[in-house]
């Protein structure tokens, strides 16, 4: 093809560029490019990035015909490969909400922090529970990424396990403060938080007043916790405890399980052994909260063993503390990967696009080698 060119006196010149492909053909040009695609690039695979742009200014006849035959024999041997890709943000944020709905026990509240994609049609949903002392507007960086991906999410905030319980506390009294929170009445209101969220979702669709009417897609939500969050959401997928009241939840389709918990009175095997919600399990090598948890990495990994095959998928980040998962650090904690911080939301966002979506390309990546070609070599990640 290249002598063809030659001899029709074809000038070509190249560049390099992503993403889309523009054909024109005039009487005297025929122009071949790849333009940027409106995604961000994060969004071409890193083998493809090197895609090349051809414009042809044919100076005869021949040369048309040899250019037209390039643009074609180009579409399949240089087109960008854009397989799936769980890396950078496809929407923008088009609004959040700060709501309170009132709880089925009296005299109660739960706070909400709902944001919406610029997307249209229904949406579907990830609640997400914060941990012990935390509230409706932390983890902020899966929030963001999550609404970027095109999910409606919802955070929730538990009252009386939440930040008002180190407000007005002195240092010295906080750690003092969480213990006396972390009990199973406190467990049992937050599950009980999640079904009155879930039982509000489908009043809202039907609700034609409601800012939530004809955006939330109720058959397809999916939850996520971290620390006393995870073991909210372990809780509302069926994890059976002697301490704390289970209600497996159909509703919930999906579970993203942040630094999850073993029982400390029963085995691993006889908690989790019948849950068949697909899971995704994270820790790190240090994710343990000395003083306030008996929990180590070996416990929290206990989860994943005792899961049954099938749907079910492990992140341990190396050397990542419990925090990690976090939008800050604690205090005399090593200073954040933020590496991390791209593992978790690629690998949840894939996780939920597989689960959530149906999405197939999704799945194959987790599971074919898509998850470990973003991680480091010390991480370790597994699927059964």
Not at 109 to 129: A, E, M, Q, R, T
Not at 207 to 227: E, L, Q, W
Request: charged letters at 20%; glycine letters at 8%.
């Amino acid at each position: 093809m290249s002598s063809v060119l030659r001899k029709s006196g074809l000038v070509v010149e190249t560049c390099f560029n992503p993403t889309k492909i523009v054909y024109r053909l005039s009487s005297d040009t025929i122009t071949f490019r790849m333009e940027t695609n409106p995604m961000s690039h994060n969004q071409v695979s890193m083998s493809c990035l090197t895609i090349p742009t051809f414009i042809f200014h044919p100076l005869n006849q021949l040369g048309k015909y040899s250019a037209f035959a390039l643009i074609i024999t180009s579409s399949f041997c240089c087109a960008p490969c854009l397989g799936y890709d769980p890396v950078g943000a496809l929407f923008d944020l088009e609004e959040s909400h700060s709501i309170e709905i009132q709880s089925s026990h009296e005299g109660r509240d739960i706070p909400l922090l709902i944001s919406l994609p610029g997307k249209n049609g229904l949406l579907p949903v990830i609640l997400f529970s914060h941990g012990l002392g935390g509230s409706r507007n932390g983890y902020k960086y899966v929030r963001t990424y999550w609404t970027g991906r095109g999910y409606a999410t919802i955070f929730l905030q538990h009252p009386g396990s939440d930040e008002s319980l180190l407000q007005g506390v002195a240092p010295s009294q906080a750690l003092r403060q969480l213990r006396g929170a972390a009990t199973r009445k406190n467990m049992n209101l937050r599950v009980d938080d999640v079904t009155d969220v879930l039982d509000a979702m489908s009043v809202w669709t039907s609700d034609k007043k409601s800012p939530f009417y004809g955006r939330i897609d109720t058959n397809n939500v999916g939850m996520a916790g971290h620390s006393m969050g995870a073991k909210t959401a372990q809780l509302m997928i069926g994890q059976q405890g002697w301490l704390s009241r289970t209600k497996k939840d159909k509703r919930i389709r999906a579970a993203v399980l942040m630094s999850p918990s073993s029982p400390s009175l029963q085995s691993a095997k006889s908690a989790f052994g019948s849950v068949t919600t697909p899971c995704l399990l994270l820790t790190g090598t240090r994710d343990s909260v000395p003083f306030l948890s008996d929990q180590s990495t070996e416990t929290r990994r206990a989860v994943f063993s005792a899961l049954p095959s099938g749907n079910a998928y492990e992140l341990v980040l190396h050397n990542a503390t419990h925090s990690a998962f976090t939008d800050r650090s604690r205090r005399n904690d090593t200073p954040p990967n933020p590496k991390h911080h791209r593992a978790i939301e690629a690998l949840t966002t894939a996780f939920w696009d597989a689960y959530l979506q149906g999405n197939e390309e999704a799945a194959n990546w987790l599971r074919n080698g898509g998850a470990k070609a973003i991680l480091d070599t010390q991480d370790s990640w597994q699927s059964k």
